[in-house]
Each structure stands twice: as structure tokens, then as C-alpha cells.
T-cell receptor, first 116, second 117 residues
Framework: GDSVTQMEGPVTLSEEAFLTINCTYT??????LFWYVQYPGEGLQLLLK?????DKGSNKGFEATYRKETTSFHLEKGSVQVSDSAVYFC???????????????FGKGTKLSVIP | DTGVSQNPRHKITKRGQNVTFRCDPI?????LYWYRQTLGQGPEFLTY????????KSRLLSDRFSAERPKGSFSTLEIQRTEQGDSAMYLC???????????????FGPGTRLTVL
């Protein structure tokens, strides 16, 4: 079945450092790829998404490029801020035949802490 | 648009008791999903509704779990004879029906945290 593997955390960075969180996937179909973020005490929020190969999703200074050849969707940000401290989840959505469900398959999450 | 809401936010119960959670999706969203998230893990899919029809259920959804979405609006998730292993965050998400078979973004509620003593 489909699966998502993302970089183990926790990750601790100083403010203004460069961030990369690796994410690779396996899927039977042609999935859409997502990064969700969970701030302390809050629910999951969509950060960015990409629906086809070579698409780049971007939001709030974060970027990720859909790489079909390497089955990857790594999250990057050039300069992190303390407010970026959160748990980041990579996920995929693969159309299942019959029911047409777009259920999300998530990675385990990577906790990011940014220190001043 | 008030977002997805879930009630209660926290529930503590004793083993063997029944519990019911409610999810109110974003209005006019046809699709509704339930997920379960345990500590240190990503959310795992439980079940999916399109309007009032429950179209898919995960193997994680044992016979003690039941979900409904009467009239295609709010949804309830009931767990009967709770066990300590049911302790988790239960998340609800909704999405509109896309056009041309495109994937639509799922919008998540804040979750209901269940603790079974």
C-alpha cells in the first residue's frame, strides 16, 4: 500500500538557519503531495501542496518540489523563524478506485524547534 | 466560513464505557473524513463519507467503532466498550467535491482527545 517516510526528529535550528525536512513516498497511483503543519495546541493546517511531477508548492517562505523520479517531496525554507516551531507532516493523497476516496496517508511527523 | 468544529475537545472515560464524538464540517463540503492520531505518529485514516454515504472504512475501524453522517451534514463517531488502546486524538476533516477528478484540500478540525482510564 501507499506510505510516506519522513525525516526523524526532533530538529533544532537557530533563527535564520536553512531548513530541510526530507520526505519520500511510495504509491500505487499518481498521488498528490502535501505538507501539513501542526502548531502547539492547534489542529493540522495545510502548508502547501503539489499535484503533479515538477510542480512546486510554496507558502509562507516554505517550498517543496514534486520529484517523481526520486519519489520525494522535501520541505525547505531559507531562513526559519521562532514562529515556525511546530510539527510538520508530509502526506499523500492517492485516488482509490471505486469509492473515489482521497484519504490522506501521513508520515510520522518531524518536530521543529527554532531557538533565538 | 467557520471551519471544521469538533466536540468535545477532550473526553476522559473509563474502560468499557461508550463514547460519541461529533464533527461539524465546513458547510457545503460533501466529503468528510475521520482520522486517528496517537502520540508521536501521523494521523491514520479511519473512514470516509461522501454526503450521507459511508464509502470507505479502514481495517483500523473495528466492530466497536461506528460512524454516521445523517443528512450529509454533521457526523458522529461512536466507540463502544472503550479500551485503553483507544486513547488517541480523533480528527475530522472535510473537503469539497472537486471538478475533473482533482484532489481537494482537506480542512481539519481541532480534534477530540480521548483518554481511556
Amino acid at each position: 500500500g501507499d506510505s510516506v517516510t519522513q525525516m526523524e526528529g526532533p530538529v533544532t535550528l537557530s533563527e535564520e538557519a536553512f531548513l530541510t525536512i526530507n520526505c519520500t513516498y511510495t504509491a500505487t497511483g499518481y498521488p498528490s503531495l502535501f505538507w501539513y503543519v501542526q502548531y502547539p495546541g492547534e489542529g493540522l493546517q495545510l502548508l502547501l501542496k503539489a499535484t503533479k511531477a515538477d510542480d512546486k508548492g510554496s507558502n509562507k517562505g516554505f517550498e517543496a518540489t514534486y520529484r517523481k523520479e526520486t519519489t520525494s517531496f522535501h520541505l525547505e525554507k531559507g531562513s526559519v523563524q521562532v514562529s515556525d516551531s511546530a510539527v510538520y507532516f508530509c502526506a499523500l493523497s492517492d485516488l482509490y478506485s471505486g469509492a473515489g476516496s482521497y484519504q490522506l496517508t501521513f508520515g510520522k511527523g518531524t518536530k521543529l524547534s527554532v531557538i533565538p | 466560513d467557520t471551519g471544521v468544529s469538533q466536540n468535545p475537545r477532550h473526553k476522559i472515560t473509563k474502560r468499557g464505557q461508550n463514547v460519541t464524538f461529533r464533527c461539524d464540517p465546513i458547510s457545503e463540503h460533501n466529503r468528510l473524513y475521520w482520522y486517528r492520531q496517537t502520540l508521536g505518529q501521523g494521523p491514520e485514516f479511519l473512514t470516509y463519507f461522501q454526503n450521507e454515504a459511508q464509502l470507505e472504512k479502514s481495517r483500523l475501524l473495528s466492530d466497536r467503532f461506528s460512524a454516521e453522517r445523517p443528512k450529509g451534514s454533521f457526523s458522529t463517531l461512536e466507540i463502544q466498550r472503550t479500551e485503553q488502546g483507544d486513547s488517541a486524538m480523533y480528527l475530522c476533516a472535510s473537503s469539497p467535491v472537486g471538478s475533473g477528478g482533482t484532489t481537494d484540500t482537506q480542512y481539519f478540525g481541532p480534534g477530540t482527545r480521548l483518554t481511556v482510564l
